[in-house]
């Protein structure tokens, strides 16, 4: 079935008109409008229904295939990917961020301990030789889908932290009930291929494309105060950021 769109076109705004059909196709596929797989119109159909120029719509159209979110298949036509999560580049939570962009996460606490750090840990953490840490493991879904595996370890001597409530909250609300502000963070992104238990917890083949995320968060008194490495389904998660000119 092909799908035809409703968009909202405001031609007094300063938005370019390309700009507004990509955000209103990346909201009607993020909200669940659009599924994964359905076929849209092609772009004569879907200009003049819009009552755009064919270039400007080709290159709405263009943008949105290079994020990802639509494909062109020959013989098939244009058809949505998935409503991939797209996480800008800041200091914030993958909790928070799925909640702002009106998603409904939840976690599996799948490992959790108090343990003493090993050598490594102390040096990123910037912790003494044999200082205690907590250390989880947990499975993040979005509206009920797998989403992310985290691997954290997270100094002790700020706030307590039990199973019950990592469960419940996300990690960085928690700390910031400690009191803690955060300031800046040492992070690297790259990718991996998924590890046949992995995908069995993100609910993906093995040997997959995942997404991976190592970072330090230090807060505004100078403390290191937790470390991790996640990992995301790449089909369903990407980080985005804006370059500057120096």
């Known amino acids: 079935m092909t799908n035809s769109l409703n968009l909202p076109i405001d031609r007094a705004s300063p938005v370019p ?7 209103g196709i990346e909201a009607a596929i993020t909200s669940g409008e659009l599924e994964a797989g ?12 819009l009552n755009l120029s064919r270039p400007t719509m080709r290159k709405a ?4 295939v290079r994020a990802g979110l639509l494909v062109r298949k020959r013989g098939v036509g244009t058809q949505v990917v998935s409503s991939q999560v797209r ?3 800041e200091l914030s939570s993958l909790f928070d961020d799925l909640v702002q962009r009106g998603g409904k996460p939840s976690t599996e606490v799948l490992t959790f301990s108090h343990l003493q750090a090993t050598p490594a840990i102390c040096e990123k953490l910037a912790l003494a030789p044999g200082s205690k840490v907590y250390h989880f493991t947990r499975l993040r879904m979005v509206d009920g889908k797998p989403l992310a595996l985290m691997e954290n370890w997270v100094r002790d001597d700020i ?7 990592l469960a419940g909250e996300g990690l960085y609300a928690l700390l910031r009930t400690g009191g803690v502000n955060f300031r800046l963070a040492k992070q690297s992104i790259g990718a991996a291929v998924a590890t046949k238990h992995q995908a069995g917890l993100l609910e993906i083949d093995s040997a997959s494309a995942l997404v991976t995320m190592e970072r330090t968060a ?17 089909d369903q998660y990407s980080f985005e950021m804006t370059l500057v000119q120096r």
């Not at 359905?38 to 200009?47: G, R, T, V």
């Not at 159209?61 to 949105?64: A, G, R, T």
């Open 17 to 23: 008109l390309y700009h507004q059909v990509v955000k």
């Open 38 to 49: 359905s076929k849209l119109e092609n772009e004569i159909d879907l200009a003049a229904s």
């Open 61 to 64: 159209m263009d943008e949105l």
């Open 87 to 89: 996480r800008s580049l």
């Open 159 to 165: 706030v307590k932290i039990d199973e019950s409530t």
């Open 218 to 234: 230090v807060d505004d008194k100078g403390r290191n105060v937790e470390t991790g490495q996640h990992v995301y389904r790449a």
